[in-house]
């Protein structure tokens, strides 16, 4: 069972940037989708960006052009770059993992592994 701990979230005002970063428990091999899910106050979760193991991005449009994700295979590590932020990005990121093929995975609606979360705070 992978487990995934979250860090870097924080507060910055509007246009600032924040990057997250997630360890696996363990490397990451084989058939998988991993990547970022967001949840805002009263809304739903939804993906943000995700990596399938053929090393395909899938970045959701309402961050494209100002979110980009990376992974370090020798760290174990995810990580969100997050630039031009806006108020409306506001939410708890959480990083998550699954071991299924997808050719788009920041829509993959079964992610089986979770990490606690981090917090991200965007003021105007």
């Known amino acids: 069972q992978v487990e995934l701990r979250e860090s870097g979230g924080g507060s910055v005002q509007a246009g600032g940037s924040l990057r997250l970063s997630c360890v696996a428990s363990e490397y990451i091999a084989g058939t998988y989708c991993m990547g970022w899910f967001r949840q805002a106050p009263g809304k739903e979760r939804e993906g943000v960006a995700a990596f399938d193991s053929d090393r395909t991005t899938s970045v959701a449009s309402s961050v494209k052009g100002r979110f980009s994700i990376s992974k370090d295979n020798a760290k174990n590590t995810l990580y969100l770059q997050m630039d031009s932020l806006k108020p409306e990005d506001t939410g708890m990121y959480y990083c998550?993992?699954?071991?299924?093929?997808?050719?788009?995975?920041?829509?993959?609606?079964?992610?089986?592994?979770w990490g606690q979360g981090t917090q991200v705070t965007v003021s105007s």
């Open positions: 998550v993992f699954a071991n299924t093929y997808d050719t788009w995975c920041v829509d993959h609606p079964s992610y089986t592994n």
